[in-house]
């Protein structure tokens, strides 16, 4: 294969530009359809069999502020919306995250006969915003020649509300039932048994300050309301109370967790609650793909770059389709009523910390997730 139309999964070829012009031409010049196309609420984008634009409605020029269509002709949909993955390998649809794009697979599946409906998440390169998108894909003959249509719905709303109304509820949910729970003992006991049960009343309480200021905090952070702060910190007492924090939960599902030897002791400056958040929830996570019995490790050193790596580890290892959509908004390994965890470790992390956030997940080795952070 030639090199320059290397792909890890969709088809890289591209029509010339005079090729490209033409068939904008083919569309733009039906004033009919122009109008029609224009008339119509949702996001119109045309594609050839290559999967490039040739036209855009009104609609999705306004959304994502383009003034003149013509610089768009070409592109993928991954490329118009800015997606940090349309860079890779030789653009839109030809790295191995595209393989989970619903996007790029409602285009591709969709038939003469069919259309295909999918939905997906992709983040703009430069701008950080996440955009939400349902894409329903469909064949379309014009003046005797094949072409697609995609209608794109912006459904970032509709996820964003579900989403955080689904957690929000479900972690509130599961935390009152247990200080009800605890309450109910207290009452059957007598007053000299009562203090053994405080300790984790105290526990729940603060978890459920900690959930309702986390959802709080996030929502402010995709709102870009969020002001953060600059807290003077040490490395190791900043650790040592996060495990804190998630210790009593660990030994109540007999797992442990553990800060590895020999850390690393650094003074810096970052905003504590956003990196508790971050820190907390990769925790948490690994604490949730564990089974009775098992080890987490927790430790932190600095590089020679000045960077701060406050790192996770637990033996568990993700399948290679999670790993390609960790960091997606919606996406989670726990079912329908999770997720936003690692969509948000990452937000707050790149958008505020000014950091980054990666992770390994490999056989023998289990996974390991690192936030970086300046110091």
Same mark, same amino acid.
């Given at each position: ?91 839109? =649809? ?83 039932? =247990? ?10 006991? =007598? ?30 952070? *995709? ?20 495990? *804190? ?95 936003? =965890? ?7 992390? *790149? ?25």
């Amino acid at each position: 294969m030639d090199g320059s139309l290397y792909t890890c999964f969709a088809s890289a070829e591209r029509s010339p530009k005079d090729e490209i012009l033409r068939q904008y031409r083919v569309i733009a010049g039906d004033n009919e359809l122009v109008v029609i196309l224009n008339g119509v609420a949702s996001m119109i984008c045309v594609l050839n069999n290559n999967r490039q634009v040739v036209f855009l409605n009104k609609t999705i020029l306004d959304l994502l502020n383009i003034t003149d269509m013509h610089q768009t002709l070409g592109q993928r949909v991954g490329e118009l919306f800015g997606c940090h993955h349309a860079c890779d390998i030789n653009g839109c =649809g030809t790295s191995q995250y595209c393989s989970v794009c619903g996007a790029l697979l409602s285009v591709l599946n969709c038939t003469k006969e069919k259309a295909s409906i999918e939905e997906c998440s992709m983040t703009n390169d430069e701008t950080q915003v996440t955009f939400d998108l349902r894409v329903h894909s469909s064949h379309i003959h014009i003046y005797n020649e094949n072409f697609i249509i995609c209608s794109i719905f912006d459904i970032g709303n509709e996820k964003r509300r579900d989403a955080m109304e689904r957690i929000f509820f479900h972690d509130i949910m599961n935390t009152v039932n =247990g200080i009800n729970g605890i309450a109910t003992t207290m009452d059957s006991f =007598g007053i000299y048994e009562q203090p053994m049960y405080m300790s984790y009343l105290t526990l729940l309480l603060n978890s459920l300050k900690d959930q309702i200021n986390s959802h709080r905090v996030l929502t402010m952070a *995709e709102k870009n309301e969020y002001q953060p702060e600059q807290h003077v910190l040490s490395s190791i007492d900043f650790v040592s109370e996060e495990v *804190e924090k998630y210790r009593q939960k660990a030994d109540t599902e007999a797992k442990e967790i553990r800060l590895v030897d020999n850390l690393e002791n650094h003074t810096f400056f970052s905003d504590k609650i956003l990196l508790s958040r971050v820190l907390g929830n990769m925790i948490k996570n690994a604490l949730e793909a564990e089974q009775s019995g098992a080890v987490i490790d927790v430790g932190v050193q600095k590089d020679a770059d000045g960077y701060l790596h406050f790192w996770v580890h637990n033996d568990s290892v993700m399948s290679e389709k999670d790993k390609l959509q960790v960091f997606n908004r919606s996406f989670s390994t726990k079912g329908q009523n999770r997720g936003l =965890g690692t969509y948000s470790m990452k937000l707050l992390t *790149e958008k505020y910390l000014k950091g980054v956030i990666i992770f390994n997940s490999n056989h023998g080795k289990g996974t390991v997730f690192t936030v970086k952070i300046p110091v």
